[in-house]
């Protein structure tokens, strides 16, 4: 599994970095992202991340979010800057394409505006 943690309740503006626990084979070769799910809305991917260390991320986050690995410790991060009300959501991180056996429980993100 992937065990994501960090969240918590922020002002408009502030920042936050997640930070997520794997436990999953040859995860150094692994795509992996984070994604978030706000209530009333589908599971959407925010930010991923090659083996190589290549980055991609979804247009609403692009410029604030950044997301980095440390293969040495099994950790995935997303640095959250400049977070807005809409960035609300619980956010998890799993593999890309995601799995479901990979889900974890997922961390709250509050902005209050």
């Known amino acids: 599994q992937l065990q994501a943690s960090g969240g918590g309740l922020v002002h408009t503006g502030g920042s936050l970095r997640l930070s997520c626990a794997a436990s999953?084979?040859?995860?150094?070769?692994?795509?992996v992202g984070w994604y978030r799910q706000a209530p009333g809305k589908q599971r959407e991917l925010v930010a991923r991340?090659?083996?190589?260390?290549?980055?991609d991320y979804a247009g609403s986050v692009k410029g604030r979010f950044t997301i980095n690995r440390d293969n040495a410790k099994n950790t995935l991060y997303l640095q959250m800057n400049s977070l807005k009300p809409e960035d609300a959501a619980v956010y998890y991180c799993?593999?890309?394409?995601?799995?479901?056996?990979?889900w974890g429980r997922g961390t709250q993100v509050t902005v209050s505006s």
């Open positions: 991340i090659t083996g190589l260390g290549g980055t």
């Open positions: 799993n593999v890309v394409p995601s799995r479901a056996a990979y």
């Open positions: 999953i084979d040859r995860f150094r070769f692994q795509h």
